[in-house]
């Protein structure tokens, strides 16, 4: 079929994925377990021959989610709360009421973090601190 717009056959592709959806995922796992090794092989000679592109593009993602993440618990302002810094380098989320080390080691540091706390809708009981800032809050809140 011959559309007149790319947005037409777009929704036309779903429809049809929609209406098959369990028959399409079924074909390609099975195409997966088929050709496996010769998809993993793939995979590695891409991931070998694209190493700087791959890396450059996860760098970018992650700086994504840490500019989403800032950006929701500073109110778009992008500064430390109690100093007032906005170098993003050195800016990072603290748990308000403490516990951030153990929660982090269950759910991880850094974009894990950040991932989570997007895949979670942004909870509260954080803010945005400067490196500095943190490690003072723990030092006064620990004696």
């Keep these: 079929m011959v559309y007149k717009t790319t947005e037409a056959q777009r929704q036309a592709s779903q429809r049809y994925y929609q209406k098959h959806r369990e028959e399409l995922k079924q074909q390609g ?5 088929q050709n496996r090794e010769e998809l993993i092989q793939r995979k590695r000679k891409f991931r070998v021959e694209n190493r700087d592109k791959i890396r450059a593009q996860d760098k970018a993602f992650r700086l994504r989610q840490k500019m989403k993440v800032l950006t929701y618990y500073s109110n778009g302002q992008l500064r430390c709360v109690r100093c007032g810094i906005d170098d993003l380098d050195v800016l990072c989320i603290d748990h308000i009421e403490g516990g ?7 759910v991880g540091t850094g974009g894990k973090f950040y991932s989570w706390l997007i895949s979670q809708g942004f ?3 954080y803010q945005v601190l400067c490196h500095n800032c943190n490690w003072k809050k723990r030092i006064m809140e620990g004696m």
């Design 29 to 33: 796992r099975e195409y997966y377990w």
């Design 100 to 106: 951030g080390t153990k929660h982090t080691a269950i």
């Design 123 to 125: 909870p509260s009981g």
